[in-house]
């Protein structure tokens, strides 16, 4: 009785984060408010921006190698000053790139590929790969936006948070995790976790592949290194909020690594298996009320009365060590 009675408060007391929550971002999903920021030189990074700009689909956040933007080359120090515009186009030949689109949606290209930012609303996010590979890790899907992908003459929309594997070269779209709807011409189709559609022709025939394959991948490998860095980044903003500046609706600023980082409206797993702290956390959801010994007032106890601590997620069997970890 008494194990049955903690696990209905911890239950009660994570519907009443995820209550207050959903008032903060009613009041203002979008406009988050100043906090306070800590100046001090990155000590790692390129020495990219310490005063970044606001966040957008397009925004420019981790290069490395060979990365150009209509024939001008991209560096570290660009990262938090450049976002693609509608039209522009981003290529890389030795080297991979990652774009950050919709709230909690990271677009990572890999070596000697080019794509064009087709439409850079937040309703309406659309990027067009002309050759090479991309792939996008979605962690958040926030409602009412639309996160599309073109090759040739088909579209790919997003449908749930996943993992999502593109080529130009075959062409090819594959669902490592999530759900796709692959439209051409008059047709669509529904593909989930271990399909692929080959776009060679418009029937839009779904197949089967092998994941430990796909995870053998170059981009595959680079981008779950980065999703382990954003997962580190995340747990480094919990334990000392100070230090981070809220940038737009779910990413922060990170003057230590030099680039954006994911706050989620509510804790969850990436793709890959790492975690991220997430819920109220005043200056990236809802106002700037204050900070309490580096600790967002209010999330830190919803967190803790609801099996989660600082160090890391242990009620849902996770535990992270200086960062994200597996499940």
């Given at each position: 009785m008494k194990s049955r009675t903690n696990g209905m408060l911890r239950i009660a007391v994570v519907l009443l984060a995820s209550a207050t929550l959903g008032i903060a971002q009613t009041s203002g999903y979008y406009n988050s408010q100043p906090a306070p920021y800590n100046s001090q030189p990155a000590p790692y990074g390129g020495g990219a921006a310490q005063t970044p700009e606001s966040v957008r689909p397009g925004s420019l956040n981790y290069v490395e190698g060979q990365v150009s933007s209509n024939g001008q080359p991209l560096t570290p120090q660009e990262v938090g000053h450049f976002a693609l515009q509608a039209g522009q186009t981003l290529e890389t030949g030795n080297g991979y790139a990652e774009v950050l689109l919709t709230p909690g949606a990271f677009l990572r290209v890999g070596n000697n590929s080019e794509l064009r930012m087709t439409s850079v609303g937040l309703a309406n996010t659309r990027v067009d790969l002309t050759r090479g590979t991309a792939m996008i890790e979605v962690d958040q899907i926030v409602n009412g936006t639309r996160l599309t992908v073109g090759i040739n003459n088909t579209s790919s929309d997003v449908l749930k948070?996943?993992?999502?594997?593109?080529d130009a070269n075959q062409p090819a779209v594959r669902v490592l995790d999530g759900k796709l709807r692959v439209n051409a011409a008059d047709r669509s189709r529904d593909i989930g976790k271990d399909d692929q559609i080959l776009l060679a022709g418009n029937n839009l025939k779904k197949t089967s592949f092998d994941p430990s394959?796909?995870?053998?991948?170059?981009?595959?490998?680079?981008s779950e290194a980065r999703s382990r860095d954003e997962a580190g980044q995340n747990q480094m903003a919990y334990r000392n909020a100070s230090g981070f500046v809220p940038a737009g609706a779910g990413w922060f600023?990170?003057?230590y690594a030099s680039y954006y980082a994911f706050w989620p409206s509510a804790f969850l797993y990436s793709p890959f298996g790492f975690g991220f702290y997430g819920g109220y956390y005043p200056g990236f959801y809802g106002g700037y009320y204050g900070f309490r010994y580096g600790h967002p007032v209010g999330f830190?106890?919803?967190v803790v009365g609801g099996g989660f601590h600082e160090g890391g997620f242990h009620g849902g069997g996770f535990h992270a060590a200086g960062g994200g970890g597996r499940r």
């Open positions: 948070k996943g993992l999502y594997s593109f394959q796909a995870k053998m991948d170059p981009l595959y490998v680079w600023w990170d003057p830190h106890a919803a």
